[in-house]
């Protein structure tokens, strides 16, 4: 399934100034409209009913936001916001719901943890309790927290201009930009580096490069696992580790980590 949102990728060129293939954006769009209209007939929006003011506050954010990307930004001195989101489960369009986002901000090359961005989200739902197991996130420990547009309003207001940073990020943009689509018709326009594809291209010989993997392979403790902000940390220390090996192998920019992901055929997708 392919997902509309904006990835470090072959398909994204620097040099087009963002622009991507219009047939490609045609069928994002068509087959996002498509399983939204089957979502919707079948009643999967769970009840929940976000305020006009709050859906056209989030639009006109975004189109703010949309502008052109800076290629040229060197990767050592950026602003990263690296985060994770943690939901009912693995289906957005059937009616699975994000519970929880987190984010801790990088910036020169250190992780500012005094930037951190952690906020439980009402899903409108039931939890499975499989999922409360693992995450530790009970439907009463939600009952009384705000919903996902608000939430994103004030995830956006963290993410600012900065890059994301995410392992496995197509689940997570996923999730951010169909419920972004869905009440505002607008998605998140920052470029995303995941760290999954980062890995699989520099290690390619690794057996493995899920989280758990890769984390007892750089020797980063394992701590609030399944956790939003927990995963964050640990996906930001992991990322610091990705960025000095860039500047080893002497990718300096945007740009260059995107020819370089480019030409070791790793992709991901872009509108």
């Not at 209209?37 to 006009?52: I, S």
């Not at 801790?104 to 197991?133: K, T, W, Y």
């Not at 890059?163 to 951010?176: K, P, R, S």
């Amino acid at each position: 399934m392919l997902f509309p949102f904006f990835l470090i990728s072959k398909n994204s060129d620097p040099d087009s100034n963002g622009s991507s293939s219009k047939l490609q954006m045609i069928a994002y769009r068509f087959l996002f409209k498509l399983h939204k209209y089957r979502a919707e007939r079948r009643g999967f929006q769970n009840g929940y009913n976000p305020e006009p003011a709050l859906t056209s506050a989030l639009s006109e954010k975004q189109q703010l936001s949309k502008r052109a990307t800076d290629w040229n930004r060197p990767l050592q001195t950026s602003r990263y916001v690296v985060f994770d989101t943690e939901t009912t489960g693995f289906y957005p369009y059937n009616g699975d719901e994000i519970i929880s986002i987190g984010g801790v901000v990088i910036e020169n090359g250190r992780i500012c943890e005094d930037q951190v961005f952690h906020q439980l989200v009402n899903p409108f739902r039931s939890i499975p309790p499989a999922v409360s197991e693992i995450t530790g996130i009970t439907g009463k420990m939600v009952a009384d927290k705000p919903g996902v547009c608000t939430v994103i309003n004030s995830f956006l207001d963290f993410i600012g201009d900065g890059i994301l940073v995410a392992h496995n990020a197509d689940f997570d943009m996923a999730f951010l930009n169909i419920k972004l689509n869905w009440y505002t018709q607008k998605e998140i326009c920052n470029p995303v580096i995941d760290t999954y594809k980062l890995s699989r291209t520099m290690w390619p010989e690794l057996p493995s490069h899920d989280l758990d993997s890769l984390l007892k392979k750089h020797g980063i403790p394992i701590e609030g696992r399944h956790t939003a902000l927990g995963d964050s940390l640990m996906t930001a220390r992991l990322f610091l580790i990705f960025l000095n090996e860039l500047e080893e192998r002497k990718i300096e920019t945007l740009k260059q980590l995107y020819y370089y992901l480019h030409l070791k055929e790793t992709f991901a997708y872009t509108p």
